[in-house]
Nanobody, 125 residues
């Protein structure tokens, strides 16, 4: 089992950057794949980015070229670097983990077994 704690959210102006971090507990971090999802008020939770146990990355079209997901296995952390932020990026961002990753279903909520509590990202215009 793994516990996830997100940090790094905040308020930023459009065009700015933020770096989210997800700290994971457990000794088998390297065996897990991780995803970032986000949920804006009144909307469904949407896929943002994912990284497999081997480091392969996947992105939603809306964030390609602006966001970068990475992992640091020795530090048990997953990061999401967000550049050129837009007001539409405003949401609560959630980190998620799974040990049964699928290169086909990486963007589905049901793929992930463990979730963090979320961190708020607000982008002002």
């Amino acid at each position: 089992q793994v516990q996830l704690v997100e940090s790094g959210g905040g308020l930023v102006q459009a065009g700015g950057s933020l770096r989210l971090s997800c700290a994971a507990s457990g000794r088998t971090f390297s065996r897990y794949a991780f995803g970032w999802f986000r949920q804006a008020p009144g909307k469904e939770r949407d896929f943002v980015a994912a990284i497999s146990w081997s480091g392969t990355t996947y992105y939603a079209d809306s964030v390609k070229g602006r966001f970068t997901i990475s992992r640091d296995n020795p530090k048990n952390t997953v990061s999401l670097q967000m550049n050129n932020l837009k007001p539409d990026d405003t949401a609560v961002y959630y980190c998620a983990a799974t040990i049964q990753f699928s290169s086909i279903y990486y963007n589905r909520i049901s793929t992930y077994n463990y979730w963090g509590q979320g961190t708020q990202v607000t982008v002002s215009s």
